[in-house]
């Protein structure tokens, strides 16, 4: 059996830091959805009990320390799997971007390997273990658009935004999102507000959504690399109907709902940063 998984990146349309807490993480909330810009992995059984793990790009580990290959070796040990794996990532996701492509390729995996080893485990099954795995993974799991809780574990689903594009410009740095999260000084953070995203969002109000964009991990991010402030500013520029850093970035997206404005856009950014898409939301 050989099986094909799409691993879509995500954004945060909102993301709030309510306090930080005593296990070293952040008290969050965050409105996240999923993109059509995705990494796919081929999971293909393997005779010998070992997990193989490839990719095209120099930036991901082949080795334990590769998402996915976590997620195989987790789902190993719960369910005493001795069966092994090869798993090869065909990466389209910038790395360390903001845009959870780690996460999603575990939870590919945990999906895929679900299958393959027959584990009949729920999506709710699936998302609590891949939070063993990392913050986002089990946003990942669910998919689609939803709040994010807790420290991004506690998942309710929401409806998908009203169709438009997602320009995504990224720059040629890598962001850490422990780094991004040490700096946080709760006194300073700028609270976005996730009621009013939610509101929007259930209303189908484009212009509550553009109107609600907020980050607070933004201003952290920022201030360490200015360069991610220069991108923000030729997005609006460029006529962007709302532009927002994601996740710890260094990512930052434009959401644009006229065709003709997109080429403005997208063209003014690919004049001076590499690595631009323009996508759509999934579920559209
Ligand atoms: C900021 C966000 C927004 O979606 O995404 P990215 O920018 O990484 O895509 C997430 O909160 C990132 O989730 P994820 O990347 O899975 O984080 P983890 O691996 O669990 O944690 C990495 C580190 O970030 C910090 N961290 C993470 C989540 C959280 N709620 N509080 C934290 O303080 C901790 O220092 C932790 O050691
Ligand atoms: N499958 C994977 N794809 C990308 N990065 C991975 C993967 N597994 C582990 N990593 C590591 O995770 C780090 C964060 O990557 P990524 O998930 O792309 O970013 P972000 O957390 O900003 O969304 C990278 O620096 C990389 O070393």
């Not at 807490?21 to 995705?38: F, K, Q």
């Not at 001795?82 to 995996?109: C, F, R, T």
């Not at 509101?199 to 553009?210: D, P, V, W």
Request: glycine letters at 8%; aromatic letters at 6%; one cysteine or more.
């Amino acid at each position: 059996m050989r099986l094909l998984v799409k691993a879509p990146a995500k954004i945060n349309l909102s993301l709030d830091i309510l306090g930080k807490r005593s296990d070293g993480y952040h008290e969050i909330e965050m409105v996240m959805t999923t993109i059509d810009l995705a990494d796919r992995l081929e999971l293909v059984p393997l005779e010998e009990d070992r997990i193989e793990v490839t990719s095209q790009s120099r930036y991901v580990p082949d080795d334990q320390r590769n998402l996915a290959y976590q997620a195989a070796n987790l789902l190993k040990t719960k369910f005493q799997i001795q069966q092994g794996v090869k798993i090869s990532i065909d990466k389209a996701i910038p790395v360390a971007a903001g845009l959870a492509g780690g996460s999603s390729d575990a939870a590919a995996a945990l999906k895929g390997l679900n299958q393959i080893w027959g584990l009949h485990l729920s999506t709710n099954e699936l998302a609590q273990i891949g939070s063993e795995i990392g913050s986002d993974v089990s946003f990942c799991v669910h998919g689609g658009t939803a709040l994010a809780q807790g420290r991004g574990e506690k998942i309710s689903p929401l409806p998908t935004p009203p169709n438009c594009w997602v320009i995504l410009a990224k720059p040629e740095i890598g962001v850490s999102t422990a780094e991004i999260y040490k700096n946080v000084n709760m006194k300073n953070v700028v609270h976005p507000n996730t009621k009013a995203m939610i509101k929007a969002l259930k209303e189908q109000s484009y212009e509550g959504i553009c109107n609600h964009l907020g980050n607070a991990l933004e201003e952290v991010t920022l201030k360490m690399y200015p360069e991610v402030a220069l991108i923000k500013e030729q997005m609006e520029k460029f006529g962007a109907d709302a532009v927002l850093m994601s996740g710890s970035g260094p990512t930052v997206f434009g959401l644009v709902q006229h065709d003709s404005r997109l080429h403005r856009v997208y063209n003014g950014l690919r004049g001076f940063c590499s690595q631009v898409f323009a996508v759509r939301m999934l579920g559209h």
